[in-house]
């Protein structure tokens, strides 16, 4: 039988377990331009918890005992479509289940990439590294020379960020995680400088790493992470703010930066995003990092999860913070 | 003898009549290119309060013991230099003082306008005009058909902020402010709503005064405004942030919004600005705010103090909100 995760009850602050369910299913009979697909690989990501409230967004609410949905790669069993054929590897949006019954119009058909996992579409040349390329370049404005900080510098995102900055000409790129190894890896990944922000406050820290300040920050955490970048901004600095981890499970209005007046003097500007509104950036963006990636300039991890009944621990955590680069879950 | 406002002592969140010092000084002779001016009238504005603390800022702080400054309007009385005529009237900026000698280069000379105080250049066709105008239409991209929230909108500059985006073709205007009275000056003055945020959450009123929402806050007042703007903002929302003059007189960090993980889901802009870096929109700003004065579409009002003594009352109003537009001293 088909298997697929379900919405069991809505948290309140952090998910567990109990939030989500292992259900068996019946998919329907095709229809004339649909496809059956077998899903490889699935994508969990932060912004999917924002989804398990029942509170309209910039993307619908998941439904109670109504599987999830994401970012899923998959391979075409059975095809009533002339655009694809059994066989191709297709991306789509019905993740969180092992097979998927979907209009032939919502798949998009994949090259394989010699060498590479087909994950790497959910990852380094999908969504991930599309957020990081409009968010760094569109919407932060980043110019070479720039001093750019990028927080959550570990996930998917984050590495992406500060990789594209440098290798755009950034002067100088830091990078905050969660733990020594990640910093580790921050440095060996091209960051000239990265700090475990567990370790003491983050405002001090980045001032240690960033003495003349940054004129951009990536900000996927939001909270002190944010009041901090303010602190270090430099005239004219610019933020994208793509995520705000740090309150995603918060029960109560979280507190922002008691700084925030200091964007007056700085001239600061910024700017929130939702990268479905980038999606003419994707050609770009596929030619720039696929160019990396084959001359060797990019690296990109990750940390891979097996099952689709432990797609929902992948989730947690990554929501605490213990992946290193794409969170992707292997059916 | 020529008079002085000086900084007597540095105050530790609400400034106070102890902090100013009314003295009497000599003026240095004039040199080769100098000009002696009387000061007619000076400007309060809130951005001074920030100069009584001893911090680094987009303007340096004023020195303890040492006249303050700030926009004056001032009839030259003695000249050295060949640009500037006894008679003259020039906006310069030593404010603060009856009388002062400076480089005429630091001085612009004005023309008399007919029917009109020489104060309106501190403050319709001045600085706060230009600070609306390029706020409005620059920092936060303002254009036909937006609804727009402007806090603050009895004071010089927010009066201006909301009759331009009327006269250019908001769909919707609000403004709040802290009286009655001032409220129903906003309606007088052709905002399409208003209201006294001392009477209920701002959140609520804004979200009653606009049920649709708004596309552009102009914000002068920070802190809860600020709050509540980010919760009726539009997707692709702006915000031109202007002042805070709620949190000028905090000893503690202000919490600041607590909502501002909005601006993601939203994609909203904020941007802090100054004025003096849009400088080159002078004489647009001066075109099209002395066009519509003429045509008798811009209304504008000033609270006058008389006497030199007494602006250190005037800049304590001025915090307090006892102004209805620009505050002006009359010397």
């Not at 922002?256 to 479905?276: D, H, M, Q, S």
Request: aromatic share 6%.
């Amino acid at each position: 039988m088909p298997r697929q995760i379900t919405l069991a009850s809505r948290p309140s602050g952090w998910p567990t377990a109990d939030n989500f369910a292992l259900t068996e299913t019946e998919l329907p009979a095709l229809r004339n331009g649909q496809i059956l697909v077998r899903n490889l690989f699935m994508s969990v990501d932060p912004y999917m918890r924002g989804r398990m409230n029942d509170v309209k967004s910039y993307v619908p609410p998941f439904q109670l005992g109504e599987p999830l949905d994401g970012g899923a790669i998959g391979e075409v069993v059975e095809s009533l479509s002339p655009d694809l054929r059994k066989g191709d590897l297709v991306l789509h949006g019905l993740g969180w289940r092992d097979q998927a019954v979907l209009d032939a119009a919502h798949a998009r058909r994949l090259d394989p990439i010699e060498g590479m996992s087909p994950s790497a579409y959910l990852g380094v040349l999908g969504m991930p590294a599309l957020t990081a390329y409009a968010g760094l370049l569109d919407v932060a404005s980043f110019k070479a020379g720039d001093a750019v900080f990028v927080s959550g510098a570990a996930g998917a995102v984050g590495s992406f960020a500060g990789q594209i900055a440098k290798l755009k000409g950034a002067s100088h790129v830091i990078g905050s995680a969660g733990s020594d190894e990640k910093v580790a890896h921050l440095r060996e990944i091209g960051f000239d400088a990265a700090f475990n922000y567990k370790k003491g406050p983050v405002a001090e820290q980045l001032r240690q790493a960033a003495p003349d300040g940054i004129d951009v920050y990536f900000d996927n955490v939001g909270a002190d992470h944010l009041e901090a970048a303010i602190g270090s901004l430099n005239l004219g600095g610019r933020v994208a703010i793509c995520g705000a981890i740090a309150v995603y499970n918060s029960t109560e209005p979280t507190p922002a930066p008691r700084n925030l007046a200091l964007v007056i003097g700085k001239r600061l500007t910024l700017r929130g995003f939702i990268v479905t509104d980038h999606s003419a950036r994707m050609p770009d963006m596929v030619t720039e990092m696929g160019g990396w990636l084959r001359e060797g300039k990019l690296s990109f991890s990750e940390t891979v999860v097996d099952g689709l009944e432990n797609a929902p621990q992948a989730f947690l955590g990554l929501l605490r913070g213990e992946n290193t680069g794409k969170m992707i879950v292997r059916l």
